[in-house]
């Protein structure tokens, strides 16, 4: 399974509430977008800190960015198509 398709596995794990499974599958790997999807888990347990964190690994996207994370999700899978 190649790598966008693992991240869109995770971030329907996170929309479908299974926030645990998304995590496992994103702490797996040292890329961006897995950073971006692991800053937006933190950020819906409301873990502000982590979040940041892990923004701070992405491309330049913020926690700023996003007040919903469901559609920061959403937009993260449109940009894995």
């Not at 701070?56 to 007040?67: L, P």
Request: aromatic letters at 12%.
């Amino acid at each position: 399974m190649s790598l966008n398709d693992q991240l869109k596995s995770a971030i329907a794990a996170a929309l479908a509430g299974e926030w645990d499974q998304s995590h496992r599958i994103v702490q797996e790997f040292n890329d961006p977008t897995a950073c971006w999807i692991h800053a937006v888990l933190h950020k819906i347990e409301g873990d502000d800190w982590n979040s940041r964190y892990w923004y701070a690994r992405t491309r330049g996207e913020s926690f700023e960015d996003f007040s919903d994370p469901k559609a920061e999700l959403e937009s993260i899978l449109q940009g894995l198509q």
